[in-house]
Nanobody, 119 residues
Framework: QVQLAESGGGLVQPGGSLRLSCAAS????????MGWHRQVPGKQRELVAT???????NYADSAKGRFTISRDNAKDTVYLQMDNLKPEDTAVYYC?????????????WGQGTQVTVSS
């Protein structure tokens, strides 16, 4: 059974930092592209950052220069380092694992971790 367990969310003041972690189990982690997405109530879930199996990264414009995604295949874990946080970063952050297969794609989601940026 595939499980993605996020951790590291919480309350932080504007300008502060948080590091989110997502530990995967039940999958061969190294063959999955990993990503972080976020969602606020009433809005669609949006992409924050992705990292490929080879380590290439991609960021939403809102995250560029402030967030860093990384992965540790030995620990089956993906991270999101978030610096200089802003109130508009407040959201539930979700971890995603995805890969292409012959007949389509596989995609798995974690339960999410709340990030609140407020003074």
């Amino acid at each position: 059974q595939v499980q993605l367990a996020e951790s590291g969310g919480g309350l932080v003041q504007p300008g502060g930092s948080l590091r989110l972690s997502c530990a995967a189990s039940g999958v061969i982690f190294s063959i999955y592209g990993m990503g972080w997405h976020r969602q606020v109530p009433g809005k669609q879930r949006e992409l924050v950052a992705t990292i490929t199996t080879g380590g290439s990264t991609n960021y939403a414009d809102s995250a560029k220069g402030r967030f860093t995604i990384s992965r540790d295949n030995a620990k089956d874990t993906v991270y999101l380092q978030m610096d200089n946080l802003k109130p508009e970063d407040t959201a539930v952050y979700y971890c995603n694992a995805a890969r292409q297969i012959k007949k389509g794609s596989l995609s798995y989601w974690g339960q999410g971790t709340q990030v609140t940026v407020s003074s």
